[in-house]
């Protein structure tokens, strides 16, 4: 069977992309299908669809890579009905559509948790790219669960439209420093290296996500949220070569080991043994992680 996968934006971006493409790289050397990575695609609209359409022409399957793949797929899909697909992270499923979600905000949640009882301002920030559903849902869960731990936290957050442009996150997060942010939740991918740099630069400290940031860069990262999307990645590929597509959303979180929170090592053990209580209840769906919300947004614009 030939599988292409594809990806928004650089495959080795050192987070969601390249934590993603370790899923295929398993699978490599473990199955007898013919994996193809397609990357590099422009977040644009056509030519994402313009993308999915050619690999779909010379492919059994394919496997989108990003919330991205939520709008464009079902159009495709439509027009390559031999043809199955799979968006990892997606909300989507139709005859020959399944949709994998490792549950971002669940980890998300406890990164703001960990921000609020951090914080020294009593200001804390988010900063993502793109606004596709799991970077509006993670959002709403890092200020769900700062609220949680403390409910007058200020949280200042904004979508600066690039996962990959690091002069524009250098910029984002350095004003955001500047209206009192000391603890910084970033979901981005290439990016994340103009947001680190301008931490560097402020003494603000991150908190990152997908892969263990913390362990990379203790200086900058206090933490880091993780998400298995290479989990999502291979199950939606092991299911595609056995020929099922699950009728409902395949979600992945805590209490599959998908997500989870990572620390930076002067993070205390106090704290690491109070987040993980808070994890345990929202596995065992005693905490109800909210991915809505409704308030103020940040811009550059608006800082000024």
């Known amino acids: 069977m030939n599988i292409s996968i594809l990806f928004v ?3 080795k971006d050192g987070g969601f992309n390249e ?3 370790s899923g295929v790289e398993r699978l490599h050397d473990t199955s007898n299908a ?33 919330g991205q793949g939520n709008q464009i797929t079902p159009a495709v899909a439509q027009a390559f009905p031999n043809c199955s697909f799979a968006v990892v992270q997606g909300n989507i499923f139709a005859d020959n559509i399944a949709s994998y979600d490792v549950l ?15 914080s020294k301002t009593g200001i804390i920030g988010h900063l993502s790219g793109h606004r596709v559903v799991p970077g509006l849902k993670g959002r709403a869960a890092f200020v769900a ?10 949280v200042i957050t904004g979508f600066c439209g690039t996962q990959d442009d690091s002069a524009i996150t250098e910029a984002w997060a350095s004003a955001m420093a500047d209206q009192g942010v000391d603890l910084l939740f970033t979901m981005l991918n290439a990016a994340r290296t103009g947001a680190t740099k301008a931490c560097r630069a402020t003494g603000m400290r991150q908190i990152g996500n997908a892969t263990d940031w913390s362990a990379k860069d203790p200086d900058v990262f206090a933490a880091s949220a ?4 290479d989990l999502g990645v291979e199950r939606a590929i092991t299911d595609m070569l056995a020929g099922k597509r699950p009728a409902t959303v395949q979600k992945l979180g805590l209490a599959d080991k998908a997500v989870g929170l990572a620390y930076a090592p002067d993070i205390s053990m106090a704290l690491h043994s109070h987040i993980a209580l808070i994890a345990n209840q929202i596995s065992e769906q005693k905490i109800t992680v909210d991915t809505h919300y409704a308030g103020p947004e940040f811009s550059l614009e608006t800082s000024e």
């Open 9 to 11: 934006g650089a495959v």
């Open 19 to 21: 934590r993603a493409l």
């Open 34 to 66: 013919q994996l193809t990575v397609v990357d590099g695609i422009p977040y644009d609209p056509m030519k994402m669809s313009d993308a999915l359409s050619g690999a779909a022409q010379h492919s059994d399957g394919v496997v989108f890579i990003g």
């Open 104 to 118: 971002q905000e669940q980890s998300a949640f406890l990164a703001g948790v960990l921000a609020a009882r951090l």
């Open 145 to 154: 669960g700062a609220r949680f731990a403390h409910a007058n936290i200020r």
């Open 226 to 229: 993780l998400a298995r999307i």
